[in-house]
């Protein structure tokens, strides 16, 4: 069976390979709340791709994931087909973003109440899993644990929020040994035909995930970035209704992103990014 073109996301093209595995192909396009912007990011695509395969081979003791092979051009997978939850798995250990709204709105996020008196940027007393919906067109949004577990049933729900909280402290302990913060990430989990839990799409990622340099933290407001944080608050800037078509990015953003990213590999990985692209499988040894 040829290579069929099956989706577009903001970021991957999907192609069907044979009725079980997938084809997923990073692009180099950047979103900011969910409008793809006009200016893609040179190798970006690269980056998501192996750091995920990085991710994907030290966290199969947590839970099974879509990697079948990474192909040579350091942007492709082959991957398991799966039944994917319409929840998109959300862990913070720091209040931040839309959390930090949340709180300030109302005390708490999703369902959890949490300590009163928190700043902007602060370490939260524990992980805690704040489910959203996904959706196809417009914004992705909050929901609470009780309206997640009520699309994917209680059982569903309690194994995805354990096996996301178990993966994010993995991996926020192995990052906070190379000098960088997660403050928070996003996991895609689906199901496979024997109604198993697997982890797909990308891992840890600094387009699922906020990424802080360590020393530079200081609660209290926002923080210095290695994640598309920069191209949110350029964006944010401008003034843009943030609906499309998306702002172009100047040269300056365009480069200092990259620079971003790349960092954010080589630090997490400590692989230097052009061995990489000379052979994309030296993240899963």
């Known amino acids: 069976m040829a290579e069929v073109h099956i989706a577009s996301g903001k970021v991957r093209e999907i192609y069907a390979l044979d009725d079980d595995k997938l084809l997923l192909v990073a692009s180099d396009r ?14 970006k695509g690269k980056v998501l791709t192996g750091l995920s395969g990085f991710w994907f081979a030290r966290t199969q003791h ?11 051009d350091g942007r492709s997978t082959e991957v398991r087909k799966l039944t994917m939850l319409p929840i998109e798995c959300v862990v913070r250990g720091y209040i931040t973003g839309s959390g930090w709204k949340d709180y300030l709105a ?14 902007e940027s602060e370490r939260l007393p524990h992980p805690i899993f704040t489910p959203a919906t996904k959706a196809e067109t417009g914004h992705d949004e ?31 302990e192995h990052a906070r040994q190379r000098g960088i913060i997660v403050a928070d990430t996003k996991f895609e989990l689906g199901v496979d035909e024997s109604g198993t839990l697997v982890l797909g799409d990308e891992v840890c990622t600094p387009d699922s995930s906020r990424f802080w340099p360590a020393d530079e933290y200081s609660a209290g407001g926002p923080q210095a970035s290695f994640d598309k944080q920069f191209v949110r608050d350029y964006t944010e800037s401008l003034g ?9 990015l100047p040269d300056a953003v365009v480069a200092g992103t990259r620079g971003r990213y790349i960092e954010a590999f080589e630090r997490l990985t400590e692989i230097s990014f052009d061995r990489y692209l000379a052979d994309p499988e030296v993240v899963l040894k």
């Open 142 to 172: 909050n929901i609470t644990r009780a309206q997640a577990a009520a699309l994917v049933g209680p059982e569903l729900f309690a194994e995805a929020e354990r096996i996301s909280i178990a993966l994010y402290e993995f991996a926020a």
């Open 106 to 119: 109302t005390g708490g996020t999703s369902g959890h109440d949490l300590p009163s008196g928190l700043v």
């Open 62 to 72: 947590i839970v099974p994931n879509h990697l079948l092979k990474l192909r040579a």
């Open 240 to 248: 843009w209704n943030k609906e499309a078509p998306g702002p172009a």
């Open 30 to 43: 950047i979103s900011t709340f969910d409008v793809i912007l006009g200016s893609p990011i040179p190798d």
